[in-house]
């Protein structure tokens, strides 16, 4: 993102704090499909993008007038997603020990035709070998984040984040195996 | 473009293709509902000490009460007692 572009963001941001209706739409038109493919990277089911992208765009309006810097508005709605997310697999785990269900009705499969590319398919069953945080972590990358913004929003230092994605994208590359495509 | 780029494209294609037309006016009113519909931080402290208080109001008059009904039960006993050895005093 070059520097005008940073600029307009900010005043996007800025025009969104202050409650503008259209600026906080045009926000959410702006990075919903990226919101959406971080949450789907996370979480790895179709049914569950638009409900936790919503939940992060909700928790963006409610809470856009506490960002400092408007300028780190990416960092900081990727780090609400990213959150939000664990917040979502760590409910589930719970709802797993206290309502525990049926292994048969544990983990409901896609349905047929769910994944439309066997490409797709494989990264997203390599995904779902990984811990959510390696997820997370290189879905950031993935997303363009720098390793000191990753560094700001896993609260960690910048070493420390090149050797977990270091250590993620090997665990990845092992379990990614997509079958040929032309 | 290399496949496994090719594939994390794929993805963020699928995952935005999930997102049905008019979302981000669904968010807007969703949030605008939630934001009118959620009680303030004040609120629930209020709601909560309230709560808190009328436990401890309700607690202290049950304690009150029962510690009061024992009272007067073992002193009117004393007062038996008292009373039967006063007597057996005078018949002497």
């Known amino acids: 993102m070059d520097s005008s572009e940073t600029t307009a963001l900010a ?80 409910r589930q785990k719970l709802r797993r020990i206290f309502l525990p269900f049926a292994p048969e009705h544990e983990d409901v499969p896609e349905p047929t035709g769910a994944v439309d590319s066997e490409e797709l398919d494989a990264l997203r069953h390599a995904l779902a070998q990984l811990r959510p945080q390696d997820r997370a972590l290189l879905a950031l ?23 977990r994605l270091h250590r993620a994208r090997e665990e990845l590359r092992e379990h990614y195996q997509p079958t040929h495509e032309s | ?51 808190a208080a009328l436990c401890f109001v309700a607690v202290t008059l049950f304690q009150a009460q029962r510690t009061g009904g024992d009272e007067s039960s073992t002193l009117a006993d004393w007062q038996k007692i008292t009373a039967a050895s006063q007597e057996a005093e005078l018949g002497q």
């Open chain 2, 1 to 51: 473009m290399n496949p496994e780029d090719r594939a994390w494209s794929r993805l963020q294609n699928h995952a935005a293709a999930q997102l049905s037309p008019g979302f981000a006016q669904r968010v807007l009113v969703a949030a605008r509902a939630g934001a009118k519909a959620a009680p303030s931080f004040l609120g629930q402290f209020t709601l909560g000490a309230a709560t």
């Open chain 1, 141 to 163: 990358v993935q997303e363009g984040r720098s390793h000191a913004e990753i560094a700001v929003v896993l609260k960690t230092s910048v070493a420390a984040v090149k050797a």
């Open chain 1, 11 to 90: 005043d996007l941001v800025r025009r969104a704090q202050r409650g503008e209706e259209n600026a906080q739409r045009e926000l959410i038109v702006s990075y919903q499909r990226r919101v959406a493919g971080f949450v789907y990277a996370m979480i790895g089911r179709n049914d569950a993008v638009e409900d936790l992208a919503q939940q992060v765009f909700i928790k963006m309006i409610r809470a856009l007038d506490r960002l400092q810097a408007p300028a780190q508005f990416e960092s900081w709605l990727f780090r609400l997603a990213r959150n939000t997310c664990i917040d979502h697999l760590r």
